[in-house]
Nanobody, 130 residues
Framework: QVQLVESGGGSVLAGGSLRLSCAGS?????????MGWFRQAPGKEREGIAS????????YYSDSVKGRFTISQDIAKNTVYLQMNSLKPEDTAIYYC??????????????????????WGQGTQVTVSS
């Protein structure tokens, strides 16, 4: 059974940093997959913010986090990370990790849409206060 477990959420002051982790199990991490991070604030739609193609490490970001957040992976640990710097109050949300198999090429991972991913973690809360 494929499973994703996020950790690393918490409360931080504006301008601070957090690193989220997403540990995967139940699948071969060496098989081509898209790994994504999404977030959902109260009353808002789930927003795709970063993704990574695990085969070559190509990364993609939404404009809202580009330059502040970095997605990365540790294949040996089956873990994907989201380093979040220069946090703002508007970054407050539940953050979700997600994955999907790559069918053709890395370009599939560019689509930061929840319908493009089929396996999800349970989420971790990030709260940024001013």
């Amino acid at each position: 059974q494929v499973q994703l477990v996020e950790s690393g959420g918490g409360s931080v002051l504006a301008g601070g940093s957090l690193r989220l982790s997403c540990a995967g199990s139940g699948y071969n991490f060496n098989f081509p997959r898209c790994m994504g991070w999404f977030r959902q604030a109260p009353g808002k739609e789930r927003e795709g913010i970063a993704s990574l193609y695990n085969g070559g490490g190509s990364t993609y970001y939404s404009d809202s986090v580009k330059g502040r957040f970095t997605i990365s992976q540790d294949i040996a640990k089956n873990t994907v990370y989201l380093q979040m710097n220069s946090l703002k109050p508007e970054d407050t949300a539940i953050y979700y990790c997600a994955t999907r198999a790559v069918l053709f090429d890395a370009g599939e991972c560019k689509i930061l849409d929840r319908n493009n991913f089929d396996i999800w973690g349970q989420g971790t809360q990030v709260t940024v206060s001013s």
